[in-house]
C-alpha cells in the first residue's frame, strides 16, 4: 500500500518559544529559558524565527505547499506575563490574529498550551514538582478554552513530559540542570499527568465541540543482544519513558509491569513516587475522555545491561559519536553497527515507528486515534543559490511515512503527520545549526527559502500517494 487515506492530515510542527521571537513584544513574561540561555553563552533566542511577526508569510507557504495542519503552541507567559493573575489583552490578541490566520488559509491549527516553557516564575516555585504550578496551569488552559475554544478543534495539554523531566532532572540539559535525579524526573512525570487529566476534565465538562489529547515522545528500545540482561534493560528503559505515561494516559493508573519496574528503578536511585487516590481518580476520568495521542518520533535506542553509576554526555554539537546514556538502575544506549545515525548520534530506525504504533494498539485497545505530531531529521543544512538540496531529510521523511503506512495496514488508527519543523527554528539545546525545517530561514534577515523537501512533501499531500 502507499496511498494515504483522504482525509490524512500533512502537518508540520512549530513551538511558541523557538519559533516566534519577540521577547519583548506585548507585555510578555520570561520562561525559564529566556535568561538562561544568554547567562550559559549558548546563544540569543530573542529573534528567533520571528513567527510574531511573519506568521502570515509561514501560513501562505503553507497553503501554497499543501500543508493543511500546523502545530502551534501557546506561549503561556505571553498571557499571563507571571503565570498567574492578570493576563496581557496584547498576548492574547496575538494567538487569535494567528489561529485566525491558519484558519483562513485552510490549516487547521493543532494548538498546544505547554511545549516546554513555564513562565519563570513558577520554574522558580518548584516547576512541575509543585502543586502550584499544576494549579496555574490548569487556570491558564481554561482561560484558553474560553477565549478560542470556538475556533481550535484540536488541543494539546502537553508536548512530551518525558523530555521536559529527562532534560531538567536526568540529563541536565534544562534548567534548573540536574543531573541523574531519576525519582525527581519520575515524580514530576507523575505530576504532569495529573495536571493533563484536569485540564482535560476541565475542557470536556464543558462541552466543547473540539478534541483534546496529549504529544508524548515515544522512542522504541531494544535490547542489542538477544540475551536476557539487555533485552531486560531495554525493557525498563521502554517503561520508564514510554509506557508509564501511555499507561497514565490510556489506563489511569500504572499497571503492575509498569509498576513492578519503575518501583525497582526508584529503589536503585533511593527514592518514592507520591501518589494520592484523587490523583488516580482524575487520571482515569481523563484515560476515558481523551481523543487522540500525538506520538513524536525521531529514533530508536537499542540498549545494553549496565552496571554503574549515570553517566550521560549530550551530543550539542553535531559531532558524530559524542554522546553517552547510561542511566544506574536501567541500561545503557549504544550504537547498533547496523543502524545509521545522524550527526547528532540518533539512531534512524523507522521499524521503531512502526512497532511503536502497533504497540499502542495492542496495549491499549481503547485508544481512538493517533497523529504523528512530530518527525524530521535534524541537519547543517547549506543555502546555495537559494536552494537547500536536502536529500537526505527527504529519505528520512520517505521512510517513515512508510512505516506509518505499514501500521496503518496493521490496523492502527494514524490520521495525520507534521513534519519537525515548518521553517527552521533553533533547537533548545543545540541552537541554530541543526535545522530540521522545510522553509530555510537565514536568521540574518528572516527570509524563508523553500528547500527541495517542501516541494517533495507538497506533491505526496496532494496526492496522498507516496512514491
Ligand atoms: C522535540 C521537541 O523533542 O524534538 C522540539 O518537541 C525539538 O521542540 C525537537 O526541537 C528536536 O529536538 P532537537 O534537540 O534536535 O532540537
Known sequence: MNKFPEHFVFGAATAAFQAEGALLEGNRGKNYWDDYLKEQGMFDPSLASDFYHKYPEDLELCRTFGINGLRISIAWSRIFPSGVGKFDPSGVQFYHKLIDECIANGVEPFVTLHHFDTPLSLFEKGDWLSQKTIIAYVDFAEFCFKEYGNKVNYWITFNEPWSVVAGQYIIGHFPPNIKYDLPKAIQAMHNMMVAHAKV????????????????????????????????????????????????????????????????????????????????????????????????????????????????????????????????????????????????????????????????????????????????????????????????????????????????????????????????????????????YGLFYVDFKNQNRYAKKSAYWYKKISNSKLLE
Not at 237 to 247: M, P, R, V, Y
Not at 400 to 414: D, F, Q, S
Open 200 to 435: 482535560v476534565e476541565k475542557y470536556k465538562k464543558a462541552e466543547y465541540l473540539g478534541e483534546i489529547g496529549i504529544v508524548h515522545i515515544l522512542e522504541s528500545k531494544y535490547g542489542i543482544t538477544n540475551h536476557l540482561e539487555d533485552t531486560r534493560s531495554a525493557r525498563k528503559e521502554h517503561i520508564l519513558a514510554n509506557q508509564f505515561l501511555l499507561d497514565a494516559t490510556y489506563r489511569g493508573h500504572y499497571a503492575e509491569d509498569t509498576l513492578e519496574n519503575i518501583e525497582e528503578i526508584l529503589r536503585e536511585n533511593k527514592g518514592v513516587l507520591k501518589t494520592t487516590r484523587e490523583e488516580f481518580e482524575m487520571l482515569a476520568y481523563a484515560a476515558d475522555q481523551i481523543d487522540f495521542i500525538g506520538v513524536n518520533y525521531y529514533a530508536s535506542h537499542f540498549v545494553k545491561a549496565y552496571i554503574g553509576e549515570s553517566t550521560i554526555h549530550h551530543n550539542g554539537t553535531g559531532e558524530k559519536g559524542s554522546s553517552r546514556f547510561a542511566l544506574k538502575g536501567v541500561g545503557e544506549r549504544v550504537n547498533n553497527p547496523e543502524v545509521p545515525t545522524t550527526d547528532w548520534d540518533w539512531p534512524i530506525y523507522p521499524q521503531g515507528l512502526e512497532d511503536m504504533l502497533v504497540f499502542i494498539k495492542e496495549r491499549y485497545p481503547n485508544y481512538k486515534k493517533i497523529y504523528v505530531t512530530e518527525n524530521g531529521m535534524g541537519e547543517k543544512d547549506v543555502l546555495c543559490d537559494k536552494q537547500v538540496q536536502d536529500d537526505s531529510r527527504i529519505a528520512y521523511i520517505f521512510v517513515h511515512l512508510k512505516a506509518i503506512l505499514k501500521a496503518i495496514e496493521r490496523g492502527v488508527n494514524v490520521e495525520g503527520y507534521f513534519v519537525w519543523s515548518l521553517m527552521d527554528v533553533f533547537s533548545w539545546t543545540n541552537g541554530y545549526k541543526k535545522r
